[in-house]
């Protein structure tokens, strides 16, 4: 298939960009500034237009989909329930965070015992998978990886735990570089590059990023949808996350205006790293799918 030209589409929208809409097979959703926008923990989470209405028209075409976001505040089940009290029709299996692809990378490079500097809600999903975390301060044997999330109860002796694994031979993995995610009052501090940075800068660490816009948080997605990367459709707001990720598994990267973004915020970027397509919020895109997509009993 001929890769549609990499850029914006503020006017008509071309007829490549099109077909390629016409011809995918999931969706990839963010949350914060997509979908919803909340404060600055993630909390008071309200839908943004029509973002209840495309979730719904996802659900009803069929068109898997999932919601992955950055954040690492709720274990993905408590976020669909989350999701659900405010009007959307997401399964738990349909909602993913940073935790949930790594630990697909952990396993697969053989960790087994990883030490989390953040909340209880990154350390949930790596135990279901069978992974044996340690948290600050706990005794036991020396973690063979690092994981960093949000974590704003950071502490120095976290630090210094986190420090001595590496010394001692420890892999890092990082959440989210993301220096910012959107919420009602603006930006917020992402933690996760922050904690992250202060270990690389002591250890000389490599920070291996398992979130957004990581290839490994895309591939996460798609072996969940069933699909491959190349046969999805990325939406997001922000131009360091969702399409990056999007271009990295030649998916469809779709950028929206509703959150960090504004419509000259992707112009920095090289033309072939551009979204495919640039809409207001989900609700023109919406407009757009039905167009395109044909829905039983629409």
């Known amino acids: 298939m001929t890769e549609p030209a990499a850029e914006p589409a503020r006017g008509p929208i071309p007829e490549a960009v099109r077909e390629r809409l016409r011809t995918v097979r999931g969706f990839v959703f963010d949350l914060d500034g997509t979908l919803v926008l909340g404060d600055r923990r993630n909390r008071g989470l309200r839908p943004l237009p ?4 495309i979730i719904r028209w996802a659900a009803r075409l069929p068109m898997p989909f999932v919601v992955f976001t950055n954040g690492t505040t709720k274990t993905p089940h408590e976020l669909a329930e989350t999701l659900r009290g405010i009007g959307f029709d997401v399964p738990d299996g349909a909602v993913l965070t940073p935790a949930v692809s790594a630990a697909d990378t952990l396993i697969r490079r053989r960790h087994r015992r990883v030490l989390v500097l953040g909340q209880e809600a990154i350390a949930v999903p790596l135990r279901e998978a069978g992974l044996d975390v340690v948290l600050p301060g706990e005794a036991g044997p020396e973690p063979d990886a690092v994981l960093t ?3 704003p109860e950071f502490t120095m002796p976290a630090l210094e735990a986190a ?3 590496v010394w001692d031979g420890a892999a890092v993995y990082s959440a989210s570089q993301a220096m910012f995610f959107a919420t009602a009052q603006g930006r917020a501090i992402g933690t996760s590059r922050a904690i992250s940075a202060m270990l690389k800068s002591l250890t000389g660490c490599r920070v291996h990023v398992v979130g957004k816009p990581s290839l490994a948080a895309l591939r996460s997605a798609a072996a969940r949808l069933g699909q491959r990367p190349a046969d999805l459709a990325v939406v997001g707001d922000d131009p360091e996350l969702e399409v990056p990720m999007a271009h990295r598994g030649r998916a469809l990267a779709i950028a929206v205006g509703s959150g960090l973004a504004a419509t000259d915020s992707f112009d ?3 033309s072939g790293l551009r ?3 640039y809409t ?6 919406l407009s757009i799918c039905r167009e395109q997509l044909t829905q039983p009993g629409s």
Not at 280 to 285: F, N, R, Y
């Open 163 to 165: 420090c001595h694994a």
């Open 268 to 270: 920095h970027l090289p």
């Open 280 to 285: 207001s919020g989900v609700d023109e895109l």
């Open 275 to 277: 979204p495919h397509l």
């Open 50 to 53: 029509g973002a209840v209405e």
């Open 149 to 151: 999330g949000w974590y």
